[in-house]
């Protein structure tokens, strides 16, 4: 088949493209306004502002205030000072995570472990990739300082029960955090809802560019900065901050908040149309992740009896592109630990391959996709099968 005009992007949990007009709101403050916001003169103090009216944004958002915002180098490093900072601020041991969780939290609390001897508890998932909210709260123990569930995962998309999790939490005095980075636009991330206390965001999973993310941390919260220096972000992260990537990180979420109704009903129809379309025509295609509790544009399926690295050179071929996994472990030959953890063999788990829609993708490009996947599969198969 003759590869594509225009090439299907069809990886959006991996990165988003920048929106034209996030961009536009960002491009004064990398042309003529290139203050540093720590400077007193005009053109510091209108950087500074620029910086304040963004946290306000991403506080509307979140349903916050402005001063619980801090503003980091992206979802990575939010987890990592949510985690660590509020272990090493407190007293208390032990931690409670889940077994799906992105490799920045779990490598967060591995380090803990490692290195400042926090005892981790790790609560498996069922075979939809859901968590169940009692059993993280019968893991709490009396030593137990913070919980941190995920609230959508980033490979197969399940939606995790984090609202009644952080309820229990919070009445036991255990601090609950949510890596919400695959929520931004499809999900509400209203804290008070959620009832968290800490929650991961990155601003390139939304539309803006990449270097930039959240962390929302409640009034109160005790926590240690793990970056240090000088005073900027209320001493919670040390370093002259990337103003135009918080611009854009807050002309964002204001975006994707004020269109995420209609977009996640649209991409919910497209995502469902892409799975009935793929189990039609692949019949051994096996879906990984609840159909329903899931975000709107993520499709993770098993092939079975392909490879899906070989799957993707095919496709990228054709101009699609789309991932094995989270991109985290593009290259990597381990099987994803999310497969794992819902009960695929690691054969499988090579065989999975990840679709995921984000509010440019059209139907017809969906249409395009379900033409060619079954034959691009077909010619792979005939060519490499599994276990020949
Ligand atoms: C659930 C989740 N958490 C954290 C991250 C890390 O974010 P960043 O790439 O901004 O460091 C990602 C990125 O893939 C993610 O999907």
């Not at 996030?22 to 003529?32: G, N, W």
């Not at 409640?218 to 001493?235: A, C, N, Y």
């Not at 799975?275 to 096996?286: D, K, Q, T, V, W």
């Not at 953890?341 to 440019?360: D, N, Q």
Request: charged residues 20%.
């Amino acid at each position: 088949m003759t590869a594509l005009d225009r090439p299907i992007y069809l990886d959006y949990a991996s990165t988003t493209p920048v929106h034209p007009a996030v961009l536009e709101a960002m491009e004064p403050y990398l042309r003529q306004e290139f203050g540093n916001p720590s400077n007193l003169y005009a053109l510091g103090r209108r950087a500074a502002d620029a910086i304040e009216r963004a946290r306000a944004q991403v506080a509307t958002a979140l349903g916050c205030h402005a001063d619980e915002i801090t503003f980091t180098s992206g979802g990575s490093e939010s987890d990592n000072l949510a985690l660590k900072g509020a272990v090493l601020a407190a007293g208390r041991r032990h931690v409670v995570t889940t077994t799906i969780e992105h490799s920045a939290v779990l490598g967060a609390a591995h380090d803990l472990r490692e290195h400042w001897g926090v005892e981790v508890t790790y609560v498996p998932v069922d075979e939809h990739g859901i968590v169940d909210a009692e059993a993280v709260v019968a893991a709490i123990q009396p030593d137990t300082l913070l919980v941190s569930v995920m609230l959508a995962n980033n490979e197969i998309g399940t939606i995790q029960p984090v609202a009644e999790i952080a309820r229990a939490a919070r009445e036991r005095r255990v601090l609950a955090h949510t890596d919400a980075v695959q929520a931004a636009g499809i999900l509400d991330l209203d804290v008070e809802r959620l009832g968290v206390d800490l929650l991961s965001l990155s601003a390139h999973k939304c539309y803006a560019p990449k270097g930039t993310g959240v962390l929302y941390v409640r009034r109160g919260t005790p926590l240690v900065p793990l970056i240090h220096g000088g005073s900027q972000e209320e001493r919670r992260r040390a370093g002259t901050q990337n103003v135009a990537g918080i611009v854009a990180c807050g002309a964002a979420l204001e975006l994707v908040e004020r269109h995420r109704p209609a977009t996640v009903a649209r991409l919910t129809a497209l995502r469902d149309r892409l799975i009935a379309g793929i189990e039609a025509a692949i019949p051994s295609a096996l879906l990984n992740g609840d159909r329903h509790r899931r975000v709107a544009g993520n499709v993770n399926v098993c092939l079975k009896d392909v490879q899906a690295e070989t799957v993707l050179i095919e496709l990228d071929r054709e101009r699609i592109y789309a991932s094995s996994g989270s991109a985290c472990h593009a290259g990597a030959q381990d099987p994803s630990h999310v497969l794992l953890a819902i009960g695929r063999s690691p054969e499988l788990a090579h065989t999975a391959l990840r679709l995921t829609l984000g509010a440019p993708t059209t139907e017809l490009e969906i249409t395009q996709v379900l033409e060619r996947l079954p034959s691009a599969v077909d010619r792979v198969r005939e060519r490499a099968p599994v276990g020949r």
